[in-house]
C-alpha cells in the first residue's frame, strides 16, 4: 500500500500564499510523476503542476508564474509554493503519486484524500 498525506491548506487573502505539502509512504518502489489537482465546487477536476522523475516542471496555464512544485526525494515529499492567490484557486487540492509499489507490478496512481484552499477576504 501507498499512502499520501497532503497539508498546509487554509483559508487566506487574495494575493496571499500558501505552501501545501504531500508526504508519500508505504511500499513505494519507484515514483515516476507527482502531481497536484484540484477540484472547485461545480468544476472538473484540474491538473495543476507535475513534477517528473527527470526534475521537469509543469504547470497549468491558470498558476503558471504564481505556483512552484518542489520534491524532496529523500523524503518523498513535494511541495506546491502558491503564490499572490485569487479567489479562482479556491478548491480541493489532491495529490497524486504516478509510480510502482513493491508489491504491484503495474503503474498506478495513488491519490491522497485531499486539502482545502479557500481564498477569501
Known amino acids: 500500500q501507498v499512502q499520501l498525506v497532503e497539508s498546509g491548506g487554509g483559508l487566506v487573502q487574495p494575493g496571499g500564499s500558501l505552501r501545501l505539502s504531500c508526504a508519500a509512504s508505504g511500499n513505494i518502489f519507484s515514483i515516476n510523476t507527482m502531481v497536484w489537482y484540484r477540484q472547485a465546487p461545480g468544476k472538473e477536476r484540474e491538473l495543476v503542476a507535475l513534477f517528473f522523475s527527470t526534475s521537469t516542471t509543469k504547470y497549468a496555464d491558470s498558476v503558471k508564474g504564481r505556483f512552484t512544485i518542489s520534491r524532496d526525494s529523500a523524503k518523498n515529499t513535494v511541495h506546491l509554493q502558491m503564490n499572490s492567490l485569487k479567489p479562482d484557486d479556491t478548491a480541493v487540492y489532491y495529490c497524486?503519486?504516478?509510480?510502482?509499489?513493491?508489491?504491484?507490478?503495474?503503474?498506478?496512481?495513488?491519490w491522497g484524500q485531499g486539502t482545502q484552499v479557500t481564498v477569501s477576504s
Open positions: 497524486v503519486l504516478v509510480g510502482y509499489s513493491s508489491t504491484d507490478s503495474n503503474l498506478r496512481n495513488y
